[in-house]
């Protein structure tokens, strides 16, 4: 299995609070990316990393921002977290676009 | 832009039944195909691929071809088990230069015993 980690997997926390979710690989893949998922809708985009500190915006970024400051690590931020981003999110990287992403277990988080 | 389309669920079968979920998609060029499964509380697995027109994906006794001409991706078994019961996503990656990935809505399917 792919080298891949979320942290933390649960977490609660209020409305107008920041949250930060860390995706860590140990596989040296270039490309990784953050997805949100809620029933009906699947899997959405929200950021995507191709390169250290090279970062882009998914179908629903807004409320979001990343980070990638070397090359295992991808952090999503909530600023200010409201009910709408609750959500289970899942970190997916891949070692080129043209190969299948390996998924970590996720994060649920529930903003109250 | 690219989108992937898959038959709504859930779907129920018996056991050792034949299963179908279709897929087909819209792209640009030419994307690479994939089956994703996912298990309760747990993170999407690949379950098979294809990179080019007419390749045969398997794995698992599931198997998938892809259909330039059709632009689909419909995934089989021959005998479900109870085992198989999980949501299954059809995926595309484009190769426009976005490195994006485009995921269906999921098809759940139950197998009974």
């Known amino acids: 299995d792919a080298g891949i980690t979320q942290s933390p997997r649960h977490k609660v926390t209020e409305t107008g609070t920041p949250v930060t979710l860390r995706c860590h690989q140990t596989e040296n893949h270039r490309y990784m990316y953050w997805y949100r998922q809620d029933p009906g809708h699947g899997l959405r985009l929200i950021h995507y990393?191709?390169?250290?500190?090279?970062?882009d915006k998914g179908e629903v970024s807004d409320g979001y921002s990343v980070s990638r400051s070397k090359t295992e690590d991808f952090l999503l931020t909530l600023e200010s977290a409201t009910s709408s981003q609750t959500s289970v999110y899942f970190c997916?990287?891949?070692?080129?676009?043209?190969?299948?992403?390996?998924f970590g277990d996720g994060t649920r988080l529930s903003i109250l | 832009g690219d989108s992937v389309t898959q038959m709504e669920g859930p779907v129920t079968l018996s056991e050792e039944a034949f299963l179908t979920i279709n897929c087909t998609y819209t792209a640009t060029g030419y994307p690479s195909l994939f089956w994703y499964v996912q298990y309760p509380g747990e993170g999407l697995q690949l379950l098979l691929k294809a990179t080019k027109a007419d390749d045969k994906g398997s794995n698992k006794g599931f198997e998938a071809t892809y259909r330039k001409e059709t632009t689909s991706f419909h995934l089989e078994k021959g005998s479900v088990q109870v085992s198989d019961s999980a949501v299954y996503f059809c995926?595309?990656?484009?190769?426009?230069?976005?490195?994006?990935?485009?995921f269906g809505t999921g098809t759940r399917l139950k197998v009974l015993a």
């Open positions: 997916a990287i891949t070692s080129g676009t043209d190969q299948p992403q390996h």
């Open positions: 990393s191709y390169g250290v500190k090279d970062t």
């Open positions: 995926a595309l990656s484009e190769h426009s230069g976005t490195y994006k990935y485009i």
